[in-house]
């Protein structure tokens, strides 16, 4: 785990403080302050905005979801859902689940989130958006929001962001990107176009705990909004925590824009690690992770039995293994069938003997592959070819 994020890990649980209200933690409150700002600054949102750090993208997302319902339809703080028509959000079929968990908790219904078809890459396709959100209007239901997504969980595709925020400006929807995984590409010169058109968007979720290893959990929520929206949608004022009549600027008592009451001070771990290490460094830590990828993905391509199952864009590179006693059979229902319980077998081989733990899944109608997930900076050419050679070793037998 990355060192320095731990001693900020260390010193945040020894202190044991909520950043709900300034007095009880000035030096938290005006950390996570700057380290937004900070963040907004590499997003492209050059007035700023606002935001929040949180216990997990799932929950920056239901955030975005709750944000904009409240935008289109304010009186459902007050009246509930009988405030309200019925609300429709987009986001692509490759997306992370909770959105459509967001959508149940908050009353919009699963049956609500629209899926978007993506194309063989796993990118929302924009023509598609457009049919869906005009099916929603033709159904008599009113659109909301669009999720797009920089680095889907499976594929680790980008959502071309530009193309969805010129939907969302003609039908006036709120943009949010979940970049909760893809967001440390924003960190490289070299592959931040990957994000192009992200500060665009209303809101982002990023996970800094994932790719630039910020210890868990450090997630924030940011909102291209300076009129108080995320206070607005969430304040409850209670009065034994925000008198308006304190002796400093109330403005920095942040809790009352939380759903939460009691919240750890995330953003130290990020902004210790930031500060000792610097950009160029968590550029680096993007760029070789990139790296290692790419280099997998060639290799995979020199071996026998390896096969992608789509060129890789971010650092998630899924392949099947195919062991000698299939190699020479066709392509057929048989062959996926019998590829389908490659994957299983080798992952419970690796668990057992100890020496990897790499995941495995159906993702549509293919059959079962390996779904390998590059991101510690330290993870060299041979940790690679490892990987190759012991799931070779696992399951040339099969």
């Known amino acids: 785990m990355e060192p320095y994020s731990m001693v900020a890990s260390f010193i945040t649980e020894a202190i044991k403080t909520s950043i709900y209200t300034y007095e009880v933690a000035p030096v938290f409150i005006l950390t996570e302050e700057a380290v937004l700002r900070k963040m907004m600054e590499v997003i492209g949102w050059e007035e700023g905005g606002d935001g929040i750090f949180n216990p997990g993208g799932s929950m920056s997302n239901m955030y975005a979801v709750n944000l904009a319902r409240f935008q289109h339809c304010p009186d459902v703080k007050e009246l509930g859902l009988c405030g309200a028509p019925r ?27 629209y899926a978007v078809a993506t194309d063989d890459r796993g990118k929302m396709i924009p023509a598609a958006l457009e049919e869906q959100i005009q099916r929603a209007k033709h159904e008599g239901a009113v659109p909301i929001m669009v999720n797009a997504t920089a680095g889907t969980t499976v594929l680790g595709a980008f ?25 440390a590409a924003l960190m490289s010169q070299e592959h931040k176009h990957l994000l192009k058109g ?11 705990h994932k ?21 607005r949608c969430h304040s409850a004022q209670a009065s ?15 809790g009352d824009k939380s759903v939460q009451c009691s919240r750890k001070p995330d ?5 210790l690690m930031w500060k000792a290490l610097g950009s160029r460094e968590l550029e680096h830590r993007v760029d070789r992770a990139l790296l290692m990828a790419r280099y997998l993905a060639a290799e995979m391509k020199k071996r026998e039995g390896f096969h992608l199952v789509a060129e890789p864009e971010y650092a998630n590179v899924c392949f099947w293994y195919i062991p000698p ?5 066709p392509e057929s229902p048989e062959f996926w069938k019998k590829l389908h319980n490659v994957a299983p077998v080798v992952k419970e081989r690796m668990m057992k003997k100890g020496s990897m733990m790499i995941g495995y899944q159906m993702h549509g109608d293919k059959a079962n592959f390996f779904r390998m997930v590059v991101l510690n900076p330290q993870v060299s050419r041979e940790d690679m070819d490892f990987v190759l050679d012991e799931i070779h070793n696992l399951g040339q037998d099969l």
């Not at 290893?213 to 206070?231: E, G, I, P, Y």
């Not at 953003?267 to 902004?271: D, G, H, R």
């Not at 006693?325 to 059979?329: A, G, K, V, Y």
């Open 198 to 208: 992200i500060h665009r968007a209303k809101s982002v979720a990023w996970n800094p």
């Open 87 to 113: 609300l429709v959000i987009f986001t692509s079929q490759e997306c992370h689940y909770s959105i459509s968990k967001s959508a149940a908790l908050m009353g919009i219904g699963t049956k609500n989130v």
């Open 159 to 183: 959502d071309p962001i530009d193309q969805i925020a010129d939907l969302c400006e003609k039908h006036n929807l709120w943009l949010h990107v979940d970049a909760c995984w893809g967001g």
């Open 325 to 329: 006693s299939l190699r020479e059979i």
């Open 211 to 231: 790719m630039l290893m910020a210890c868990l959990q450090c997630s924030a929520f940011l909102v291209r909004d300076k009129t108080n929206l995320l206070q």
């Open 267 to 271: 953003a130290f771990k990020f902004w």
């Open 240 to 254: 034994y925590l925000f008198q308006e009549d304190k002796f400093y600027d109330v403005s920095y008592d942040t």
